[in-house]
C-alpha cells in the first residue's frame, strides 16, 4: 500500500510503515466490492470479505502476498495467523462505531515484519481513519506530525497526526488525516475509554465526523509470520 516516504517520523523501514497505514484503507475500499454475508461460530475465512457475525460486524483483507486467515470463534472474539504476510487487515466490532468504553483481549504472537493489535475506525465529514494502538510487535508506525501525549486506563499514548493524499478510502480514492495513539508499553489486555482519545485528539484540532465502523482490527505486514487471539465487549 503506497504512502509517501517524505513524511517525518518514519525512519528505516518508512515506507513499510506507511503502507501499514493505509492498509485498512484499502481494505475498506475492497470491501465494498466484495460480497458480505453471515459467519458462524469456528468459521475460517481466508479471503477478503465483510459480515455480521453474532450481532457483531467483521472484516477480512489481505493483500494476496502470502496467508492469512481469521476464524471467528464467536460473534465478539476471533482468531487469526498469517504466514510470509504483505499487508493483512482483519477484526470484529461495530457498524457504525460508538464511544463507549470497550474491553479487549488481544494476545498477539508474531516474528518478522510488524504485527498490531488496534482499535480501528472511520468517520465522515470530516473523513479520518483512526487507531488506538494497544499491542504491537516490532516497531509501530509514528507517520505525520507528533501532537503529544494523552494519558488512558493505564498507560501514555503518543499522539500522531498524518495526512493521506489521494489514497483508497471508504469513500474511494481521497485526501484525508489518520489520528493516531500509540500506547507507548503494549498491553495484551484492558480497557480502552474511547471518548479518552476522541476528546484528545480533539484538543489538538483533530475532530472526528459521524463515526462509520469500527473494530478490534489485527494488522500484519513486512513479511512476517503470527498469530492473534482477541476479544472484545
Known amino acids: 500500500m503506497p504512502g509517501n516516504p517524505?513524511?517525518?517520523?518514519?525512519?528505516?523501514?518508512?515506507r513499510l510503515r506507511l503502507r501499514l497505514l493505509i492498509g485498512a484503507a484499502v481494505a475498506l475500499f475492497l470491501a465494498t466490492v466484495m460480497p458480505s454475508g453471515p459467519a458462524s461460530a469456528a468459521t475460517s475465512i481466508c479471503s477478503n470479505q465483510t459480515g455480521n457475525n453474532g450481532g457483531y460486524y467483521y472484516q477480512m483483507w489481505s493483500s494476496g502476498q502470502g496467508s492469512a486467515c481469521i476464524t471467528m470463534n464467536s460473534g465478539n472474539s476471533?482468531?487469526?495467523?498469517?504466514?510470509?504476510?504483505?499487508?493483512?487487515?482483519?477484526?470484529?466490532?461495530?457498524?457504525?462505531?460508538?464511544?463507549?468504553?470497550?474491553?479487549?483481549?488481544?494476545?498477539?504472537?508474531?516474528?518478522?515484519?510488524t504485527s498490531l493489535v488496534s482499535l480501528y475506525g472511520w468517520s465522515t465529514?470530516?473523513?479520518?481513519?483512526?487507531?488506538?494502538m494497544e499491542n504491537y510487535v516490532g516497531s509501530p508506525p509514528t507517520a505525520g506530525t507528533y501532537m503529544g501525549?494523552?494519558?488512558?486506563?493505564?498507560?501514555?499514548?503518543?499522539?500522531?497526526?498524518?495526512?493521506?493524499?489521494?489514497?483508497p478510502s471508504i469513500q474511494g480514492?481521497?485526501?484525508?488525516?489518520?489520528?493516531?495513539?500509540?500506547?507507548?508499553?503494549?498491553?495484551?489486555?484492558?480497557?480502552?475509554t474511547v471518548s479518552n482519545f476522541f476528546n484528545a485528539w480533539a484538543g489538538h484540532g483533530m475532530n472526528l465526523g459521524t463515526l462509520n465502523y469500527q473494530i478490534l482490527a489485527t494488522e500484519?505486514?513486512?513479511?512476517?509470520?503470527?498469530?492473534?487471539?482477541?476479544?472484545?465487549s
Open 6 to 14: 517524505r513524511l517525518p517520523g518514519i525512519r528505516r523501514s518508512r
Open 78 to 113: 476471533y482468531s487469526s495467523s498469517w504466514s510470509g504476510i504483505g499487508d493483512f487487515v482483519a477484526g470484529v466490532g461495530w457498524n457504525p462505531g460508538d464511544t463507549s468504553t470497550k474491553s479487549f483481549t488481544g494476545s498477539l504472537n508474531a516474528s518478522g515484519g
Open 125 to 132: 465529514g470530516p473523513l479520518v481513519e483512526y487507531y488506538v
Open 149 to 167: 501525549q494523552v494519558t488512558s486506563d493505564g498507560g501514555t499514548f503518543d499522539i500522531y497526526e498524518h495526512q493521506q493524499v489521494n489514497q
Open 173 to 192: 480514492t481521497a485526501t484525508f488525516e489518520q489520528y493516531l495513539a500509540i500506547r507507548t508499553s503494549p498491553v495484551s489486555s484492558g480497557t480502552i
Open 220 to 232: 500484519a505486514w513486512g513479511g512476517g509470520s503470527g498469530s492473534s487471539n482477541v476479544s472484545v
